[in-house]
Nanobody, 123 residues
């Protein structure tokens, strides 16, 4: 069974910083792309940032220059450093991973989501 577990969310004042972590566990053979998405009530989940296994990154325009995604392949963990936070960054942040795992019989490639972590930025 594969799991993605996020941590690091919370309440912060505008202009502050938070660092989110997401650790993947289970019979993982390989993790390809990893990413962070966010969602607010009544809106679709949107991409925040993504990173390939080789370290290439991609950011939503509104996050460029403020957020930084990174990963530690040895720990199967992805991070999101969020700086200069704004009230409009308030959302539930979800970790995502495209990975290959071993079921005990064969290998499967699938896409997994974490349970989400709340980030609240006060004005």
């Amino acid at each position: 069974q594969v799991q993605l577990v996020e941590s690091g969310g919370g309440l912060v004042q505008a202009g502050g910083s938070l660092r989110l972590s997401c650790a993947a566990s289970g019979s993982i053979s390989r993790i390809n792309d990893m990413g962070w998405y966010r969602q607010t009530p009544g809106k679709q989940r949107e991409l925040v940032a993504s990173i390939t296994s080789g370290g290439s990154t991609n950011y939503a325009d509104s996050m460029k220059g403020r957020f930084a995604i990174s990963r530690d392949n040895a720990k199967n963990t992805v991070y999101l450093q969020m700086n200069s936070l704004k009230p409009e960054d308030t959302a539930v942040y979800y970790c995502n991973a495209d990975l290959t795992y071993y079921s005990g019989i064969r290998y499967y490639r699938d896409n997994y989501w974490g349970q989400g972590t709340q980030v609240t930025v006060s004005a």
